[in-house]
């Protein structure tokens, strides 16, 4: 099974993407180390800067061979050869509509041209596929007719286009069944995915008798974009057994061209998306923590991607656990069930936790001190542009209640001088103060650092909020705990 890529040409004509030199060569060097076959580098008719590019990425020598598009006239074939690209994908339209609308030809003319073409293109060494645009369209005499001309005249391959991709897996088998058994060359399949059957369609041209399909990486493409190559070398080893691209490097491939193209993938694309093999539910994260196919069809690794825990409202027990001892930390049952109460918290206010929010917890809840001499039981602030910062809080002091306020240059500032009044002056000076908002967004977790001297001992402490008064509060209080 041949692989022809069409990212460069295809993909890019994705609204909104254009490709540099340097990002078509860097995908060229990519598409070739995972083993394509054929690289459709660009039209050399569309631009200078695109000819010239692809020129430069000839000249890398890659092991693919290199194709260049060509509309059906000799000035594209002529700019394919300043390219030294050592084939050519010749498009010609197939359809009547494509024919009389756009062309203005007659189908007699069309075939004639056909010859034509073929026939200039290999007298100057090129391999030639015959590419019939809105083939998916087009009478199946008129296709064998077109194709047969283009035959006669020694090219090398056809194929057809579905180019508005209107067919679905039956008809696709079916019109490959009887084409590849009437056509004496290989034949292709370049498939679209606008009605959502680019794979399926694909898979379906090989089982009819495909010995060419044309992919996109990410399914980049015009419209609804192409099939796309992650998926479907992945369904072909999966179903058929049929090894063509390496697989474990389709995620690197996949980040490539999402980064360079600028064209960010949603989560839950199949294979390479960020959600791919993400688990959240605690009855899937305990599955998957059993054994990994409980709810995984193929492992991560296979594609060369890597499984995930999401953690949020809908987490279990299982999965907290098993991320908190990766950390390297060994909970109590009290601490854990800490640790899940917290992560649920966060979950119910529309959050994903993050790895890093669950870093922030864990060390937290390490971080809490059971026989503190300081406890907070209240906390009150006031703030605003008008007003003179200022906090109260009730304190338990060694078992001692006490209600003190204070003021500030904000409500960070005025709690910590409550706090200080409080203890009746403890001569504990805080040195450094730094937040973190773990994840974006108005709700984050917010990871209050300290660090806190008294005389020449000098402590750190931290503590995990979504409010930053809060955290800010609390790790001031756990860094006098450890002072006084
Ligand atoms: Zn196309």
Known sequence: MLILDTTLRDGEQTPGVSLTLEKRMAIARKLD???????????????VGEKQAMKAIVKEGLRADTSSFARAM????DDALGTDVNTLSLVVPTSDLHIEKKLKKTKQEVVALTGELVTYAKAHGLKVEVLAEDGSRTEFNSLVEIFSAGIAAKADRVCVCDTVGVWNPE????IYKLLVEKLKVPVAFHGHNDLGLGVANSLAAFRGGASELHVTVNGLGERAGNCPLEELALDLKYFYDVRTVELKKLSELSKVVETLTGLTLHANKPL?????????????VDGVLKHASTYEPITPEMVGQKRRFSFGKHSGRAGVKAKVEQ???????????RA?????????KGKEVTDADLHAIVYDILGEQHEAKVKLEEFTAFTGNRVTPTASVKLKINGEVKVVAGIGDGPVDAAISAIEKALGGTNVKLTEYKVDAITGGANALVHVK?????GDREVSASAAETDIVMASVEAVLRGINLLI
């Open 327 to 337: 950390m390297g930390v060994r909970f109590s049952d009290t601490q854990l069930e």
């Open 272 to 284: 390479v998306g960020d959600n791919a093999f993400a688990h959240e539910s605690g009855i899937h």
């Open 450 to 454: 300290v660090k806190m001297k008294k």
């Open 74 to 77: 000799k000035k594209d074939i």
């Open 340 to 348: 899940i109460a917290k992560v649920k918290e966060l979950g119910d």
């Open 33 to 47: 180390e995972i083993g394509v076959d054929i690289i459709e580098l660009g039209s050399a008719c569309a631009s």
């Open 171 to 174: 008809i696709t088998f079916g």
